[in-house]
């Protein structure tokens, strides 16, 4: 069948919350992997790149952009509720086993960064999931919380305390300049110097978005502990990619987290940096070895 080829579509959650997507189509039957973006990602922020390559591998994809973002609606616009987002992946793997064209035994489940938290919980716990993929991901809101400065973390408390959810404090997502990356690291929710190339390069696709995500979204998510539920997910196939260099979320961790898993297991290991299994020569090999696994399992 012709590839590139995807379909607009629409899933209501419990809440009755319209979540907005593309379903790439890979022939009757096909296989097929769930995925949505880290925090605060969008379906077109590199995301797409990974679809078409499951596409052309003969995978039906379905990605969406988490409630709140994109494309969904939802309110407060650019805030994520670990919690909330997780209970819609539930409902989106309804939305994708009722279809006529995937088989809803071969079901995978795809995360990255925050929503790499979200595939291990969920994928542990939706019987439906069949295998989980998790790249870069985010496994400790306790051990975020350990890394913020004891100001930030009052502030965020505070904060509820002060505001309303209709009318939320917005902070960076993002650093507003290198300078700022190099000097500030409390002044955007991702605040390195490799978050910050990464905002230009995001910047260049010409999808534009507010640099910004609510204050209560760290809330959330210092109160979600994914690693919990890792030891859940065997006897379902896990697959695991980590950046050695991630300056983000600590690599060790995430290998210490892995190995409370149980088999079968896969874990990828690149030599870089957090964003890099995005784009370029670290995709390829990323996207090669997620295929592959993919292909094994499925």
């Not at 390195?192 to 979204?217: C, F, M, P, R």
């Not at 006897?235 to 990619?241: D, Y």
Request: proline residues 5%; glycine residues 6%.
């Amino acid at each position: 069948m012709a590839t590139n080829m995807r379909e607009q579509v629409e899933i209501k959650t419990h809440d009755q919350t319209t979540l907005r997507g593309w379903f790439y189509q890979a022939g009757s039957k096909a296989p097929v992997v769930v995925m949505s973006p880290g925090m605060p990602g969008i379906k077109e922020h590199f995301l797409d790149c990974f679809a078409e390559r499951f596409q052309k591998a003969g995978i039906a994809t379905l990605l969406y952009d988490h409630r709140n973002w994109g494309e969904s609606d939802g309110l407060p616009r650019h805030h994520s509720n670990h919690q909330e987002q997780t209970q819609d992946t539930h409902d989106v793997i309804y939305y994708i086993s009722t279809r006529s064209d995937i088989d809803p035994n071969t079901i995978a489940l795809w995360g990255s960064s925050f929503s790499g938290g979200i595939a291990l919980i969920a994928g542990a716990v939706d019987p439906r999931v069949k295998a989980v993929i998790t790249q870069v991901p985010f496994v400790s809101g306790n051990a975020a919380r350990a890394r913020l400065p004891d100001d930030f973390l009052a502030k965020i408390y505070t904060d509820r305390g002060e505001t309303t959810f209709l009318k939320p404090t917005y902070i960076p997502a993002f650093p507003n300049s290198l300078e700022q990356a190099r000097t500030q690291p409390y002044a955007a929710v991702m605040s390195t110097e490799e978050s910050w190339n990464h905002y230009q390069d995001v910047t260049a696709l010409g999808h534009n978005k507010e640099n910004k995500i609510t204050l209560q979204s760290m809330f959330y998510a210092i109160r979600s502990e994914p690693a919990a539920f890792i030891s859940q997910i065997s006897p379902k196939p896990l697959f695991m990619t980590i950046g050695l260099h991630d300056s983000l979320i600590d690599s060790q961790l995430q290998k210490q987290v892995f190995s409370n898993a149980g088999e079968p297991k896969e874990l990828l290991k690149l030599d870089c940096g957090y964003f890099d299994v995005y784009k370029g020569r670290r995709f390829e090999e990323n996207i090669s070895a997620q295929i592959a696994f993919l292909k094994k399992y499925l």
